[in-house]
């Protein structure tokens, strides 16, 4: 089953403690891509991986890091929280084909 | 202007109504459009799609999009509870490497019994 899998789905942290969230595909896509979901804002895109060792800013890059060392992660740091950054994020994937994009089920942050 | 403009709602019908949701957009450089269903604690799946102008069918779903007013909808026939979900609508910019979303704030619908 294809699969966009994210960890954790909750988390409460405290300011400036590092944290990382995960995410992984077995889609064998190249492209990925993190969004923040926040009420009265939508869906806003943070990062973006267009290939192993290629990621570009997206709207709201502020705050966090990516890496993309292996097609099938691309993992989200946020080197210092602060509370501005309690969302609701989404790490997606899409294929070469398009069909529009598989969304992992989200990880609700809270940063206190 | 915001690039996707879609009324928050909420929206509360009686099963087996139809449907309306709208979004209007600003920027004519765009292809793809999109909508996408979002249950309570879930993420995103996409809906339908369609590519440039005019209507497209799924079984009781109907995406239309109409460039010269830059209107995207969405049509629901004989709605059943089990649609009550958050409705987005979004579009993909044209070209570039970055296949960007840009999405609605979403439209909160309720179907009751």
């Known amino acids: 089953e294809a699969q966009v899998t994210q960890n954790p789905r909750y988390l409460i942290t405290v300011t400036g403690k590092k944290l990382t969230v995960t995410c992984s595909q077995n889609m064998n896509h190249e492209y990925m891509s993190w969004y923040r979901q926040d009420p009265g804002l939508g869906l806003r895109q943070i990062y973006y991986s267009m290939n192993v060792e290629v990621t570009d800013k997206g709207d709201v890059p502020e705050g966090y890091k990516v890496s993309r060392k292996e097609k099938r992660n691309f993992p989200l740091i946020l080197e210092s929280p602060s509370p501005n950054q309690t969302s609701l994020y989404f790490c997606?994937?899409?294929?070469?084909?398009?069909?529009?994009?598989?969304f992992g089920s989200g990880t609700r942050l809270t940063v206190v | 202007q915001k690039e996707v403009e879609q009324d928050p709602g909420p929206l509360s019908v009686p099963e087996g109504a139809i449907v309306s949701l709208n979004c209007t957009y600003s920027n004519s450089a765009f292809q793809y459009f999109m909508w996408y269903r979002q249950y309570s604690r879930k993420g995103p799946e996409l809906l339908m799609y369609?590519?440039?102008?005019g209507n497209k069918e799924d079984g009781r779903f109907t995406a239309q999009v109409d460039k010269s007013s830059k209107y995207i909808s969405l049509f629901i026939r004989d709605s059943q509870p089990s649609d009550s979900a958050t409705y987005l609508c979004a579009k993909r910019h044209s070209g570039g490497s970055n296949y960007k979303l840009t999405f609605g704030k979403g439209t909160l619908l309720t179907v009751n019994p």
């Open positions: 997606a994937t899409r294929g070469q084909i398009f069909y529009g994009y598989t």
């Open positions: 369609t590519y440039s102008s």
